[in-house]
Nanobody, 116 residues
């Protein structure tokens, strides 16, 4: 049973920073990709950042240069450092893990609110 548990969301002012973490209940070597998606009210879930097992990464254009994804294989975690946050970054952020068979696993989500 794969479980993904997110932490680190909260309320931050525009221009501030937050760090999200996702802990997996199994070794993350099982997943060829791990990353983060987000969903704002009334919007579709969208990709934020992905980290592939080979080391490459993929970012949404809207977060490039501001967000950084990282994996810690020893701790079975994936993290998202978010800097220079904007109100439009407000959303529920979901951790995602994708197996080689293209099975997707999701965390329960963590709220990020950027507001003054």
């Amino acid at each position: 049973q794969v479980q993904l548990v997110e932490s680190g969301g909260g309320l931050v002012q525009p221009g501030g920073s937050l760090r999200l973490s996702c802990a997996a209940s199994v070794t993350i070597f099982r997943f060829y990709a791990m990353g983060w998606y987000r969903q704002a009210p009334g919007m579709q879930r969208e990709l934020v950042a992905l980290s592939y097992i080979g080391g490459s990464t993929n970012y949404a254009d809207s977060v490039k240069g501001r967000f950084t994804i990282s994996r810690d294989n020893a701790k079975n975690t994936v993290s998202l450092q978010m800097n220079s946050l904007k109100p439009e970054d407000t959303a529920v952020y979901y951790c995602n893990a994708r197996s080689s068979g293209n099975t997707n696993f999701w965390g329960q989500g963590t709220q990020v609110t950027v507001s003054s």
